[in-house]
Every structure is written in C-alpha cells, then in structure tokens.
C-alpha cells in the first residue's frame, strides 16, 4: 500500500506520523521530493526504546554543501538535544513532546558553516528518530540516524571512474583510537591482497576514498575489519553533482 501526503501536509499541515501496527508486521519508507524534482526514498523509522544517542556517520557544511537533520520526538516529554561534532564543537537544541524539527547543521552554530566536520552524535536522545539528509550540489540523499556500530563492516560497490566516485567515512565514537584494515575482493569474488590501513582518533572520523587508499582499479568491494566498534557510510555519486546516495 502507497499513498501520496502532499495534499493532506499541505492543507493539514501534518509534520510527521506515527503509525501503529496493530496486526501482524509491516515495513515501509518515505520518499522526499523538493520542488526542483529531486527526490531522495530512506526505509521507514522504527521508534527506539532504549537509544540515548544517534549517531551521525557523514555531515557536510560549507558554502556549496548542506547536512539538514530530521528529528521527531516520539515521547511524551520535552528533551534538550546535545549535537557534538567530530572538531569538538557542542550545541543543544529543544525538542517539545511529540515535536518535529528540520534545521541544518550550520543553523545550530549561528548560520556558521561547519566545514571541518565530518561526524558527529547526538546525546540525550532515547524516543528520538531521525533522518540524516546530504545536499550536494543540485543532488540529494538521506540516510536513517541510528546508534549501530560494528567491528565488521562491507563496502559492497566501489565506483571510481569518469563519471562516479565513492567515498568511505568512518566516525569512532569510543575513547580509544580505532585502526581499520581493508580486504580488496574483485567482482569475481577474487581476494585481490595487498594491504590498506586507516586510523580514527576517538571520537573523531576519517573520510576516504579508493583513491587514496591505493586500491586497484579492479576493486568492486571491500571488507573493513576494526580495532573497536565504529559507524561507517559509503557514499557515491557522479562528478557532475547530479547523483548522490549514501549508505
């Protein structure tokens, strides 16, 4: 079942929903359009129960590109949010019982774009979900916020040519430095050797690109093994700033 709410949040003024599964299971998404057409599809929220942080894998802010963060408060009580950044730079903002707030990650710090951050995590956040979406330039992509980090991550499509990059993002959200070994794999399931290694400080990230991993241009995939449990984003789009999509 699908259905269009442009109507209704137009004439309803409807700025989120909840909705109930009182039978069996469901899972669903949403898909954002902006007036230009440009749309972007992310998976339905399911409402944490014991989350008190969302962490933010990738952000983007300077003067060509935007992180805006989507946030709605699904308890019953006003909660003061604290967004620290990977530079260090902290900020709060309040969110009503039952509110829903879209901002950008420049408009927490005065309308100062944040140019050297990469990640970040919000504390204080148990009920919050939330959606991460990426501008860059006329293209646009949103991802999930979640808490999930893992010792063991895939990289399942790396793109490096004329037309498409990729890039990989690490956030360590622990207080010990995490170091990051790649497997290189080729589309035919080839162990292509070599070795590549990344470090994170904690509580900091490190965005990465096959290119300056040294990969081969054979690479189609990669297996990231870590010292200590981080969150990862694979990012790619094309050159010319019409495609982007992260995940």
Not at 88 to 106: M, R, V, Y
Request: with cysteine; hydrophobic share 40%; glycine share 8%.
């Amino acid at each position: 079942y699908s259905t269009d709410m442009t109507a209704a949040v137009s004439t309803l003024l409807i700025a989120h929903l909840k909705l109930t599964v009182t039978s069996g299971s469901a899972v669903g998404y949403q898909r954002l359009v902006r007036l230009d057409n440009h749309s972007v599809a992310t998976s339905g929220l399911t409402v944490p129960t014991d989350r008190e942080r969302l962490l933010l894998p990738y952000v983007l802010s300077d003067a060509d590109d935007e992180t805006r963060l989507c946030l709605v408060n699904t308890t019953q009580d006003a909660k003061t949010l604290g967004l620290t950044l990977d530079t260090g730079n902290t900020t709060t903002t309040a969110l009503a019982a039952n509110a829903t707030a879209a901002f950008s990650i420049a408009s927490l710090f005065g309308n100062q774009p944040q140019s050297e951050a990469h990640a970040g995590a919000i504390a204080q956040a148990e009920g919050v979900v939330g959606t991460l979406v990426l501008q860059r330039g006329s293209s646009v992509s949103a991802v999930p916020l979640a808490n999930t980090t893992s010792t063991q991550l895939s990289f399942p499509h790396l793109a490096q040519d004329d037309v498409w990059w990729t890039s990989m993002t690490f956030y360590n959200p622990g207080a010990q430095e995490a170091t990051i070994d790649f497997a290189l794999y080729s589309a035919q399931g080839t162990n292509l050797g070599g070795s590549a290694q990344v470090s994170v400080p904690a509580g900091g990230s490190r965005v990465t690109t096959p290119l300056s991993l040294g990969f081969p241009s054979d690479v189609a995939w990669a297996s990231a093994q870590a010292s200590q449990p981080v969150a990862g984003l694979l990012v790619f789009g094309s050159k010319d700033l019409a495609s982007l999509d992260g995940y």
